[in-house]
């Protein structure tokens, strides 16, 4: 992008041998500083230009693992929250809450295990268009009145570094840490950098049960049977 700066300058001959010389201008980013006798009636004139200096900027999408044992997980049964924090993670922003809900998972397998995802970031709503640190919590929602599941009630703080290189803004490392709850004070860091909550069913799963009825020796067409 370019811009200009303009200003007109009114050159007189007074007829003493000297050219007065006057500038104007309308322009808010151009300075007239009015003519100095001592200088042969020159005018000086200070032009100034403010760049504002704009990256390119860089998204993040990722991802968290919900684990259930002895069940299946069916869509948009567990749900987390997903905060952002303040610049150095220690606590909270104010109204960056959100809620995701787990999609449906994979049948349980020989392990007993049904897995299944669930959005941390997407990249369409997660822009960078600064260089910094960038500080998220994400925690399972846990309700009181359910008692067939064992909640996990870790808590992870994710930090998303942001490096400008040369004009172009990069993700340059993403560092997982996790607590025991929120009660908990220390952070440990996630070796593999994945979020994943581990839940059990600890209810019996209820089968379903076929029951038909044979009348044998008599002959009840307009009979109806109750159980």
Same mark, same amino acid.
Request: glycine share 2%.
């Given at each position: 992008a370019t811009s200009k700066r303009t200003f007109i300058v009114d050159v007189d001959d007074n007829g003493s041998g000297i050219l007065p010389i006057t500038a104007t201008s309308?322009? /808010?980013?151009?300075? +007239?500083?009015? /003519?100095?006798?001592?200088?042969?009636?020159?005018?000086?004139?200070?032009l100034e230009w403010t760049n504002i200096y704009r990256p390119n900027s860089v998204s993040l999408a990722l991802t968290g693992q919900k684990n259930l044992t002895n069940h299946p997980i069916n869509q948009g049964d567990f749900s987390f929250t997903i905060s952002k924090m303040n610049e150095d993670g220690t606590d909270i922003l104010p109204d960056t809450s959100r809620i995701s809900y787990v999609s449906a998972g994979t049948e349980v397998g020989k392990d007993d295990v049904s897995?299944?995802?669930?959005?941390?970031? @997407?990249?369409?709503e997660t822009i960078y268009d600064q260089a910094g640190t960038y500080y998220y919590q994400v925690s399972?929602?846990?309700?009181?009145?359910?008692?067939n599941i064992d909640y996990d009630e870790t808590i992870y703080r994710i930090a998303v /570094? +942001? /490096?400008?290189?040369?004009?172009?803004?990069?993700?340059?490392? +993403?560092?997982?840490e996790q607590k025991a709850n929120h009660q908990a004070t220390n952070w440990?860091?996630?070796?593999?950098? @994945?979020?994943?909550?581990?839940?059990?069913?600890l209810g019996e799963e209820l089968i379903p049960l076929e029951i038909t009825k044979e009348i044998t020796g008599i002959?009840?067409?307009? @009979?109806?049977?109750?159980?």
């Open positions: 309308t322009d /808010k980013d151009v300075t +007239v500083i009015p /003519k100095d006798p001592e200088t042969n009636g020159s005018a000086n004139v200070h897995t299944a995802e669930f959005v941390i970031l @997407r990249a369409t399972e929602n846990c309700p009181e009145s359910e008692t /570094k +942001v /490096k400008d290189d040369n004009g172009t803004l990069v993700i340059d490392v +993403v560092t997982i440990s860091q996630v070796d593999d950098s @994945r979020v994943v909550f581990n839940n059990q069913f002959e009840t067409p307009d @009979r109806e049977y109750t159980f």
